[in-house]
């Protein structure tokens, strides 16, 4: 099969309902059999911290009828396991740009089958929830001492080893104001510390001081070409059982991402999985030209 001239691209500002906010990620409908080769050039020319590729299961497959695709993520730099902002952009294409009817979407990914479905003026996602445990490394506390330095003091630490993801807890009286003015770790410093083996992000994060949010939190990731992701779905499925536990609630959790976008996040654990609710926003359309093979 001769490969295509170009393919259908979106961005989506994802957990938001206002344009230029929440995360953005670049969403790309593949034609069949689409080179792997172009995968990774694609992410990169994106440029955003991730580019969802969405795959029919076969060719008579059409992206506005099935209820079934293949999903992967990718940043600038690597292939992800897990990432929920794309997931929820990739949602939102086929909802509200393909034209999909289906009431719920199956995604097959490198994290098992994920779902999303709609509900009312956002979508939810199902996901696998990883809760973290309490660790001690010596890896661990030079990427602390990194991350906060003398800037914030430092509560806990807990680590998830399924999405190798650091969270460092700061103590309730720290306020969200002073962990957005927490300046963006030396990312040369972060690299050098720690080859990416063990940890890929680090989540820092304090209980909410307001009742319209139960916590907030950023996100770093510069192992993944990432300085900070403006919000992140897979770092939520790490802080929603942390929190569960620390705040002894048992309903839904209400989380804000304190990034310079910022976006929001509901949040309702049910058994082993995790259902995230978030407003996504299509801001662009269009085709991508591809290189001559």
Avoid at 23 to 50: D, G, H, T, Y
Avoid at 53 to 69: C, G, T, Y
Avoid at 114 to 140: F, H, I, Y
Avoid at 216 to 227: C, D, E, K, L, M
Wanted: glycine letters at 6%.
């Amino acid at each position: 099969m001769s490969q295509p001239d170009s393919v259908q691209m979106f961005t989506v500002d994802s957990f938001t309902s206002h344009p230029f906010s929440g995360n953005p990620a670049a969403v790309c409908l593949l034609p069949w059999q689409f080179p792997e080769k172009l995968l990774q050039p694609i992410a990169r020319e994106m440029n955003l911290s991730e580019t969802a590729f969405i795959e029919r299961l076969s060719a008579a497959d059409d992206f506005a009828l099935q209820q079934h695709f293949k999903l992967r993520w990718l940043t600038p730099t690597c292939e992800v396991n897990l990432c929920g902002h794309a997931t929820l952009a990739a949602a939102a294409v086929l909802f509200k740009e393909v034209g999909n009817t289906s009431t719920e979407i199956t995604f097959s990914t490198l994290s098992g089958k994920l779902t999303a479905k709609r509900e009312g003026n956002e979508m939810c996602l199902d996901l696998p929830l990883n809760p973290p445990v309490a660790q001690d490394s010596a890896v661990d506390s030079v990427i602390q001492d990194i991350v906060l330095g003398d800037h914030l003091p430092l509560q806990e630490v807990v680590f998830s080893q399924a999405t190798k993801k650091l969270v460092l807890r700061l103590p309730d009286n720290v306020t969200r104001e002073q962990l957005e003015s927490l300046p963006i770790p030396n990312q040369h410093k972060m690299l050098a510390s720690h080859d990416g083996s063990r940890v890929r992000g680090v989540i820092v994060t304090v209980k909410s001081q307001t009742d319209d949010y139960d916590f907030v939190s950023r996100y770093f990731a510069p192992w993944n070409g990432i300085t900070e992701d403006p919000v992140t779905g897979s770092a939520h499925t790490v802080l929603t059982p942390y929190w569960a536990a620390a705040l002894d609630k048992t309903g839904p959790l209400r989380a804000r991402q304190v990034s310079p976008r910022g976006g929001d996040l509901t949040l309702r654990p049910v058994g082993d999985r995790l259902e995230v609710l978030g407003a996504a926003c299509v801001v662009m359309r269009g085709h991508l030209l591809l290189p001559r093979p």
